[in-house]
């Protein structure tokens, strides 16, 4: 199957999943390939390489999430890879366990995932790493799993990146809010403590509110809009995930904000939103670059070969 057909098939999907309640998710599947090995059938590329099958599993669906993808199947093309691409609507333990259950049961040769909740997913990641599935978490770890590798960039030293920000552009004084995402998922966890910890021993900012929109674009915007008015003179919001980084812009531009605004994450978008003056400052864990990493880490690893076991994509700041 062509990357062309591929991005179909997952266009397709989901927009079939936005109408099957059940569903509550969007696929890019290389069905024929794991029918063949589940037959015994293990065809190569011209090139030699066997075909195989990886998993990737997201939070919830969003553009950032969209991005990665796309350079994951460019990556893929180029090693006899398909993909199987999976996320709940809105981010949601158990539909990522019954995901990572299927993939499991499917037999693909890797899975990448950013969990939702790193304890609790533990146990679902064990069990495919037992039964010889290869796992690395992105974006967010898990570790205290078996998960063999973990592709992003440290989440508390993010969270203390932007406390400088906010310090350079308020001169270390002010008040501000904070949007993040789940509560549970180490991610957002670890940066919500590295920014309280730096705005703590660094500067004079209060944090007027701190709200978890779970995942979910249309709490994220309704939190922005309650905090807004609950707190009209604050002097920047502060993004802590791409959920309420994306749903920031929105606001912006529906209220005509001219506040410093923080975002998490870079894709088109965003960067749109710069240029437009809606977002101040992005700050990227070089989140582009993730698709192409969590292919290679997975060949590495179904070949039987070591790779690092944090690759560390580091923190970018744009707009300064």
């Given at each position: 199957?062509?990357?062309?057909?591929?991005?179909?098939?997952?266009?397709?999907?989901?927009?079939?999943?936005?109408?099957?309640?059940?569903?509550?998710?969007?696929?890019?599947?290389?069905?024929?390939?794991?029918?063949?090995?589940?037959?015994g059938?293990?065809p190569?590329?011209?090139?030699?390489?066997?075909?195989?099958?990886?998993?990737?599993?997201?939070p919830?669906?969003?553009?950032?999430?969209e991005?990665?993808?796309?350079k994951?199947?460019?990556?893929?093309?180029?090693?006899?890879?398909?993909?199987?691409v999976?996320?709940?609507?809105e981010?949601?333990?158990e539909?990522?366990?019954?995901?990572?259950?299927?993939?499991?049961k499917?037999?693909?040769?890797?899975?990448?995932?950013?969990?939702?909740?790193?304890?609790?997913?533990?146990?679902?990641?064990?069990k495919?790493?037992?039964?010889?599935?290869?796992?690395?978490?992105?974006?967010?770890?898990?570790?205290?799993?078996?998960?063999e590798?973990?592709?992003?960039?440290?989440?508390?030293?993010?969270?203390?990146?932007?406390?400088?920000?906010?310090?350079?552009?308020?001169?270390?004084?002010?008040?501000?809010?904070?949007?993040?995402?789940?509560?549970?998922?180490?991610?957002?966890?670890?940066?919500?403590?590295?920014?309280?910890?730096?705005?703590?021993?660094?500067?004079?900012?209060?944090?007027?509110?701190?709200?978890?929109?779970?995942?979910?674009?249309?709490l994220?915007?309704?939190?922005?809009?309650?905090?807004?008015?609950?707190?009209?003179h604050?002097?920047?919001?502060?993004n802590?995930?791409?959920?309420?980084?994306?749903?920031?812009?929105?606001?912006?531009?529906?209220?005509?904000?001219?506040?410093?605004?923080?975002?998490?994450?870079?894709?088109?978008?965003?960067?749109?939103?710069?240029?437009?003056?809606?977002?101040?400052?992005?700050?990227?864990?070089?989140?582009?670059?993730?698709?192409?990493?969590?292919?290679?880490?997975?060949?590495?690893?179904?070949?039987?070969?070591?790779?690092?076991?944090?690759i560390?994509?580091?923190?970018t700041?744009?707009?300064?």
């Amino acid at each position: 199957m062509t990357v062309s057909r591929v991005r179909e098939r997952m266009i397709f999907l989901l927009l079939l999943a936005a109408g099957l309640m059940l569903s509550g998710c969007f696929q890019s599947s290389g069905a024929a390939d794991s029918a063949q090995r589940a037959a015994g059938d293990s065809p190569s590329s011209p090139g030699g390489e066997p075909a195989l099958t990886f998993g990737i599993i997201y939070p919830m669906v969003n553009a950032t999430y969209e991005m990665i993808t796309a350079k994951a199947e460019a990556a893929a093309s180029k090693h006899n890879v398909s993909l199987l691409v999976q996320a709940p609507d809105e981010a949601n333990l158990e539909q990522q366990i019954r995901i990572m259950e299927m993939m499991i049961k499917r037999g693909v040769d890797g899975i990448a995932i950013a969990p939702v909740d790193s304890q609790a997913l533990a146990g679902v990641i064990n069990k495919a790493v037992s039964q010889g599935i290869p796992v690395v978490c992105f974006e967010s770890d898990s570790p205290g799993s078996k998960r063999e590798a973990y592709i992003g960039a440290d989440n508390r030293a993010t969270g203390a990146v932007i406390g400088q920000t906010v310090e350079r552009l308020l001169d270390g004084k002010g008040m501000i809010l904070v949007e993040s995402g789940m509560s549970r998922m180490q991610s957002t966890r670890e940066r919500l403590l590295g920014l309280q910890a730096y705005l703590t021993q660094h500067t004079e900012i209060d944090v007027l509110d701190i709200r978890h929109n779970d995942g979910s674009e249309e709490l994220a915007a309704l939190q922005l809009e309650q905090m807004i008015s609950d707190h009209p003179h604050f002097s920047a919001l502060v993004n802590l995930d791409f959920v309420s980084s994306s749903s920031s812009v929105l606001v912006w531009k529906a209220k005509g904000l001219k506040r410093y605004n923080i975002a998490l994450g870079l894709t088109p978008a965003l960067k749109q939103a710069v240029d437009n003056g809606q977002i101040t400052r992005v700050i990227s864990q070089n989140e582009q670059n993730w698709g192409e990493d969590i292919i290679n880490a997975l060949l590495l690893r179904a070949q039987g070969l070591d790779a690092a076991e944090w690759i560390n994509t580091e923190i970018t700041i744009i707009g300064e």
